[in-house]
């Protein structure tokens, strides 16, 4: 087990910048010819999502596994996942919402866009309806503050539920986000960071092969996803395992030093929230203007994924960090010294 605070692992940070561009290269890709061979890979990009609930089952995990089960703690773990979240979000998600109601019937939910929670109705958003799977994990997870077994208890009951639901029918409206099987994902984070915490020293014995088996076996589901734009809940939950070893893998050296990042990737991931929340808005104004020039796609492609890349940075640096900044200043103020 570790011991004293659990580090924070830099390259968990590292891999959240990654899946943000691989979304950024997927929505740019998707406004190509689908068919042409040179976006066969960029299209693969929507796999950033499955790496996203991969990393967010870890990292709520490995952050709170040390916390205590009492109602300070709890109230502590709400504080920092609400202001984590919503800040940030719903200047853009509200600003959306009522940019399509003005030129029109509303297709999205009020309450959805405003909360994150399950609707009959998507956000306005349209990345955003990760964020509606993010907020009922982080709902689950209040079952740690109880007792770990409650917490497992929750999560596997969960799973068993989105597994028949999954073979028996399909569901609809606003029990499609609870019953998706997409959620068994958090779970897998949550069983690594579990794995991490507990065995981390039997498995810092092998963390080479854990490595090189994550590597092999994400770039062979990589082979074999090329093509298919959704892929198959089987095939992409073998590809979120593939992410669990590269996760552990790239920790165990990390928590032994033997990995330096990159100040610019440390920065990118960082502000890959801010980076997905504003993405799909300045590629889809940018393809617009540019199509009206009718400028070449490898032009808008280009200029769709660096304007997402600047305007990302940019509202990370204007308004997501000022938040956190704010939040943690709320925090050492409201938090007791012993």
Known sequence: MI?????????????????????????????GDIQSPLLQIPLLGYLG???????????????????PHTFAATKKYILKRVTRIYPAYLPIGLAVYFLAASSGPAHASFLSTLFLIPANKPVAL???????HEMMFYCIFLLFFISWRFLLSGLLVWAAVICISTFSYRPMGWLLPPLSWINLEFMLGVGAAGLFHFYHQQLAF?????????????MILLS??????????????????????LIIGFALYE????????????LIGNASYSLY??????????????????????TMFISGFALSLVVGLLYYFTVERPFIYLAQKYFKRNTPCH
């Open 49 to 67: 999502v499955d790496f996203f609930f991969v990393l967010s089952g870890f990292i709520i995990m490995y952050a709170h596994l040390k916390d």
């Open 224 to 245: 074999v996803l090329v093509g298919r734009t959704n892929g198959v809940i089987a095939l992409r939950l073998m590809f979120a395992c593939s992410l669990v070893f």
């Open 206 to 218: 092998h963390k080479g092969k854990i490595t090189i088996l994550g590597m092999f076996t994400f």
């Open 255 to 266: 928590y032994d030093g033997k990995i330096h990042w990159p100040k610019p990737l440390l």
């Open 3 to 31: 011991k004293a605070n659990n580090p924070k692992i830099l390259s968990l940070q590292v891999f959240r910048g990654l899946a943000a561009l691989a979304v950024i290269f997927f929505h740019c890709a998707q406004r």
């Open 126 to 132: 349209p990345q955003a309806w990760t964020l509606v």
């Open 277 to 298: 929340l504003i993405h799909f808005s300045v590629i889809a104004i940018t393809f617009k203007i540019l199509s009206h020039y009718q400028a070449r796609f490898a």
